[in-house]
């Protein structure tokens, strides 16, 4: 079974800077898409971005621009880039490989 570790969240003031980060056994992350979403509490899970095995990659409306979605083949990781960030973004954000459940999350809190 594959394990999922999301990591980089915290607590950051708007403007600011994350580097979030998703591991898995295996390569999986580099064979197959890996989309990263988020759930504000009392919402549902939406979509923020996703890189295909080819490095195409898609961003939802309201990242683009700000995230940017990379992958590391040799560390089998991918990576969520996110500048300029907003009180809006806050939320428990996951990564999800093609076929694979959903991990733990981890969490980010944009606040002064």
């Known amino acids: 079974q594959v394990q999922l570790v999301e990591s980089g969240g915290g607590l950051v003031q708007p403007g600011g800077s994350l580097r979030l980060s998703c591991a898995a056994s295996g390569s999986i992350l580099s064979i197959y898409t890996v989309g990263w979403y988020c759930q504000a509490p009392g919402k549902e899970r939406e979509f923020v971005a996703r890189i295909s095995s080819d490095g195409d990659t898609v961003y939802a409306s309201s990242v683009k621009g700000r995230f940017t979605i990379s992958r590391n083949s040799a560390k089998n990781t991918v990576s969520l880039q996110m500048n300029m960030l907003k009180p809006d973004d806050t939320a428990v954000y996951y990564c999800?490989?093609?076929?694979?459940?959903w991990g733990q999350g981890t969490q980010v809190t944009v606040s002064s």
């Open positions: 999800k490989p093609t076929g694979v459940d």
